[in-house]
């Protein structure tokens, strides 16, 4: 089974960083996507981020462009680490952010964890 656990989250005041981290594992599949959404009260699920496992293409969401970084270390077999390095943060990035993994298309969300909250002020 995939497993995914997020960490990381918490409380900065805007210009801020903080760096979530997701240790998934039971990836049996030859090639899939990881990475992060983000779901804000009252909007919609957004993809914010994500990283191909077998040639690194990453995406950014235009409003984290330049600001956010994605990694990920998938050295060991049906495992992988994932991080997101969120720097120069504003309060509309405040939401809970879910790790994901996606093997139905590039962007697409398959398996996904329990969020982390990240809390932005003002």
């Known amino acids: 089974d995939v497993q995914l656990q997020a960490s990381g989250g918490g409380l900065v005041q805007a210009g801020g960083s903080l760096r979530l981290s997701c240790a998934a594992s039971g990836l049996t599949f030859d090639d899939y996507a990881i990475g992060w959404f983000r779901q804000a009260p009252g909007k919609e699920r957004e993809v914010v981020s994500c990283?191909?496992?077998?040639?690194?293409?990453?995406?950014?969401?235009d409003p984290v462009k330049g600001r956010f970084t994605i990694s990920s270390d998938n050295a060991r077999k049906s495992e992988n680490m994932v991080d997101l390095q969120m720097n120069s943060l504003k309060p509309e990035d405040t939401a809970v952010y879910y790790c994901?993994?996606?093997?139905?298309?590039?962007?697409?969300?398959?398996?996904w964890g329990q969020g982390t909250k990240v809390t932005v002020s003002s």
């Open positions: 994901f993994v996606g093997i139905t298309g590039w962007g697409t969300y398959d398996y």
């Open positions: 990283i191909s496992s077998s040639d690194g293409t990453t995406y950014y969401a």
